[in-house]
């Protein structure tokens, strides 16, 4: 039976099934207790079995799981001795390290079409109207053989359904300005936390962080988060389209031996606290269904409450680390953490979880039948990578060798609907415009016309489609002599050539 080695006390050792692993997960704890060690110890455990894993590693700090751990210190080695971890070796993982902003990785993409209307609308938190224009203008651009790639693309097809309203409203079902302007605003708004960065192509393709290296361990895909979480729309966008892009490609294969990826989301609380209502109950929705699909998702936050209770319910393996109860919200959230382990008569888990030194943790895993094992207070195992964080040396060498830097390093801007329509647009004004005047005559006089002498000639006498300066000159005088003071000239004129008084 495949297993992760968790924890062990005196008595017992608490390990974490590999068959239950798509069975969503939980680690939690206060700062500096030792969580970011044990999603290390997770991940590098799903890897050694063969299973890819992706983690959003918020900090900086899980990029150590690309670099072997140094030599045992004496504090080390007498704890891999409590442990009873005789064959314990450093060792780095196979990682692959992403980043939207491609500073810290390879750049990670999607296209507007594989977002979808739907979901964009939940991202841009549109009303049922607005999704349905929405939903319109995706039609049109299939219809219209339009690709939607990135967000200029999406600009210039809200453009061109506003300048043809009538005629799209009349084929596809009404579409109004004010909607169209409302979701240009929302789009500006996803454009300021830096949406341009992520859409666009070569796009994800999924297969790409399912991946095994040589040796069968599952390759750690690790996206540098530490900048992207400062934008919360857009961190929730992208971990919710690769979610969601999971669950509708992968097939349905039940319970597996092993899972066929491991997702986990560091500092889970940002992915919820600003995210909008309906981003929140997709996620819900994921991660309730995706399980079939042999995913497991583990959540990383400091308070187990930190996550919504329709999702905190489904994590049947669980690592919870110390927590001070401070303040009544501590309090209460000790509690709350507590209730949520199956009991154990030998230990009060309230009182513990208050108590935990670091590297100490309360553990409870699924076992036979996927029923949940009393909790424990354990000892956490040792991860064989580096605790901690990599040099920008380091970083550089792991990225040079990876297998997929030629294929997303480099951007591709393909002709899409903006380029599409611009021409459209061109053409249009082209065929509009008057034609060029021409010298008169013979080809000479065509030259003579593109010259200075034909811009003077026709300044002064005029063409057939603008007047000259003489005829300019006729038709004023003409006018003038309908008005009074134009009479009194007129009758001055007259008057000194036939010799008359004004």
């Not at 999924?206 to 040796?215: E, T, V």
């Not at 030194?357 to 309360?362: D, Q, S």
């Not at 040079?400 to 647009?425: F, H, I, M, Q």
């Not at 060029?436 to 000639?457: C, I, M």
Request: aromatic fraction near 6%; proline fraction near 5%.
């Amino acid at each position: 039976m495949a297993s992760i080695l968790v924890g062990r006390n005196e008595e017992t050792a608490v390990e974490l099934d590999a068959r239950y692993g798509n069975r969503h997960g939980m680690i939690a704890g206060a700062t500096g207790t030792g969580k970011s060690v044990s999603l290390m110890l997770l991940a590098e455990g799903f890897s050694r079995l063969g299973v890819p894993c992706f983690l959003a590693d918020a900090k900086g700090d899980l990029a150590g799981l690309s670099q072997a751990a140094g030599a045992p210190s004496d504090k080390l080695a007498a704890r891999l001795a409590r442990l009873g971890l005789a064959d314990w070796k450093p060792q780095a993982n196979p990682v692959i390290f992403w980043d939207i902003y491609g500073k810290s990785g390879h750049p990670v993409r999607a296209t507007v079409s594989e977002m979808g209307p739907t979901l964009l609308s939940r991202i841009l938190e549109l009303n049922d109207t607005q999704e349905g224009v929405m939903e319109v203008i995706f039609r049109v651009a299939d219809d219209e053989g339009l690709l939607l790639l990135d967000l200029a693309d999406l600009r210039a097809m809200l453009g061109f359904a506003a300048d043809h309203a009538k005629d799209i409203s009349a084929r596809y079902g009404l579409i109004s300005p004010q909607s169209v302007a409302a979701i240009q605003r929302s789009l500006l708004k996803l454009e300021q936390d830096g949406a341009d960065a992520f859409f666009g192509e070569p796009a994800l393709e999924l297969a790409d962080l399912m991946r095994q290296d040589m040796s069968g361990h599952g390759v750690i895909s690790v996206l540098a988060a530490d900048t992207l979480i400062l934008k919360p729309r857009l961190y929730s966008t992208f971990l919710l389209w690769l979610l969601s892009e999971l669950f509708e490609q992968l097939p349905e294969v039940g319970d597996l031996d092993v899972p066929k990826m491991a997702f986990f989301f560091d500092e889970a609380h940002l992915l919820f606290d600003d995210a909008p209502a309906a981003l929140r109950q997709r996620v819900e929705q994921v991660v309730r269904l995706i399980r079939s699909k042999g995913v497991g998702v583990y959540f990383c936050s400091q308070n187990p409450d930190d996550v919504p209770g329709d999702i905190l319910g489904q994590l049947g393996n669980r690592v919870q680390h110390a927590l001070r109860a401070f303040t009544p919200r501590d309090q209460k959230a000790v509690k709350a953490a507590a209730e949520t382990f199956a009991r154990n008569p030998n230990l009060d888990v309230t009182e513990a979880i208050g108590t935990l030194g670091t590297g100490e943790a309360l553990a409870s895993t699924l076992g036979d039948g996927g029923v949940p094992s009393p909790v424990q207070k354990v000892l956490v195992s040792t991860p064989t990578c580096r605790i901690g964080a990599i040099t920008p040396d380091e970083r550089a060498t792991v990225r040079a060798r990876s297998p997929v830097g030629g294929k997303y390093d480099t951007s591709v801007n393909r002709e899409s609907a903006e380029e599409r329509l611009a021409a459209r647009a061109s053409e249009k004004n082209a065929a509009d415009a008057p034609p060029v005047p021409s010298g008169r005559g013979s080809a000479a006089g065509a030259d003579e016309g593109a010259g200075w002498g034909g811009v003077v000639r026709d300044a002064v006498f005029g063409t057939k489609r603008r007047q000259g300066m003489i005829e300019t000159m006729a038709k004023s005088m003409v006018r003038t002599a309908g008005s009074r003071v134009g009479q009194q000239i007129v009758r001055g004129i007259l008057g000194s050539i036939f010799g008359g008084k004004r």
